[in-house]
């Protein structure tokens, strides 16, 4: 019923940003709060931020006040802004919303 893609991830500077991009498909992405997760290997999946349809936002306390969630109902499309970045970001990101997650994309922070 809905398609999630994430992008933007790559390989960045301890210090350095990105911004990572989660497209839904389907028509009712407006009314879903959503997600941002991630997993490093040998490591539990973890929440890293949610916002809710009326944009109320929550972050772990690992990343609160380095990355900004948001989203763009207009655009079916969920952010999350990652400023500062250390190695101990380095994980798979998948975003989600309910039931349904992406396929997830890879950031690397370079030690």
């Known amino acids: 019923q809905v398609q999630l893609v994430e992008s933007g991830g790559g390989l960045v500077q301890p210090g350095g940003s990105l911004r990572l991009s989660c497209a839904a498909s389907?028509?009712?992405?407006?009314?879903?709060?959503m997600g941002w997760y991630r997993q490093a290997p040998g490591k539990q999946r973890e929440l890293v931020a949610t916002?809710?349809?009326?944009?109320?936002?929550n972050y772990a306390d690992s990343v609160k006040g380095r990355f900004t969630i948001s989203r763009d109902n207009a655009k079916n499309t969920a952010y999350l802004q990652m400023n500062s970045l250390k190695p101990e970001d380095t994980a798979i990101y998948y975003c989600?919303?309910?039931?349904?997650w992406g396929q997830g994309t890879q950031v690397t922070v370079s030690s």
């Open positions: 989600k919303a309910r039931d349904w």
């Open positions: 916002i809710t349809s009326g944009g109320r936002t």
């Open positions: 389907g028509s009712t992405f407006s009314i879903y709060a």
